[in-house]
């Protein structure tokens, strides 16, 4: 009788940690190697949608356009694989980009092919992620 009660005790153990593992608990999480891992650039009807991919909530960033098409980017306080952004190559939307970290911080520089109005800067709450919304000047850009 003993012995019934610890497989099924055994298998009862099994079961739950299962089924924790398949609800993707935080206890089960690994921990990434960096804050900030990637950036994904997604064409809107109005504009383009920068997301920086965060791994935990970062609160010290800023976006801001400089001489209309360049942006600047900096994220403090966080790890970010540089890695990654550095392998972003120029393509449509981006007609240069340098990553340079500092002490503590890290500046994204993108010479965009198109004449910015402004910029929005969010953060995600349900990811965690920052968000920079590019709204463009279509007039400037028809001129081109």
Request: aromatic share 10%.
């Amino acid at each position: 009788m003993r012995k019934t009660r610890y497989i099924g005790l055994s298998i009862g153990i099994t079961i739950v940690f299962i089924f924790l593992q398949s609800c993707s608990l935080s206890i089960f999480r690994t921990v990434p190697d960096y804050d900030v891992s990637d950036l994904l650039i997604e064409e809107r009807r109005n504009g383009y949608l920068l997301r920086i991919v965060a791994h935990r909530q970062i609160s010290q960033f800023e976006a801001w356009v400089n001489r209309e098409e360049w942006l600047y980017i900096t994220i403090a306080e966080a790890t970010v694989n540089l890695e990654n952004l550095e392998l972003l190559k120029p393509s449509g939307l981006i007609e240069l980009i340098e990553v340079t970290p500092f002490e503590g911080s890290v500046q994204i520089v993108m010479k965009l092919s198109r004449t910015i109005r402004y910029c929005d800067v969010i953060r995600d709450k349900k990811s965690n992620d920052i968000l920079i919304a590019l709204h463009f000047d279509w007039k400037k850009d028809a001129r081109k």
